[in-house]
Nanobody, 124 residues
Framework: QLRLVESGGGLVQPGGSLRLSCSIE????????PGWFRQGPGKEHERVSC????????YYSDSVKGRFTISKDNAKTTVYLQMNSLKPEDTANYYC?????????????????WGQGTQVTVSS
């Protein structure tokens, strides 16, 4: 059974940083493309970033490009999201997904499984 568990969320001031982790069980990141998503209050689900296992390309939403960085550990059991220069509009529940596809213009990719998420609140 696939399991994804996020951690690292919390309350941070604008301009601050957080590092989210997504630990997995039952598979490795060789099996699926890893992705991070978020849903803020009153907002749609948004694909934040994903890594394509096919060609190694990494994609970010325009709203986080240049501020967030996705990465995987060498053991391929954890994916991270380093978030810098956080803004109040980044406030959301962040969750990771084991994706069937990770492509540049695919904002709503199909996935095998998803985590429950970790809350990030950016506020002074």
């Amino acid at each position: 059974q696939l399991r994804l568990v996020e951690s690292g969320g919390g309350l941070v001031q604008p301009g601050g940083s957080l590092r989210l982790s997504c630990s997995i069980e039952g598979f490795t990141w060789d099996d699926y493309h890893p992705g991070w998503f978020r849903q803020g209050p009153g907002k749609e689900h948004e694909r934040v970033s994903c890594i394509s296992n096919t060609d190694g390309n990494i994609y970010y939403s325009d709203s986080v490009k240049g501020r967030f960085t996705i990465s995987k550990d060498n053991a391929k059991t954890t994916v991270y999201l380093q978030m810098n220069s956080l803004k109040p509009e980044d406030t959301a529940n962040y969750y990771c997904g084991a994706l069937y596809r990770c492509e540049k213009d695919l904002s709503n990719p199909p996935g095998r499984s998803w985590g429950q998420g970790t809350q990030v609140t950016v506020s002074s």
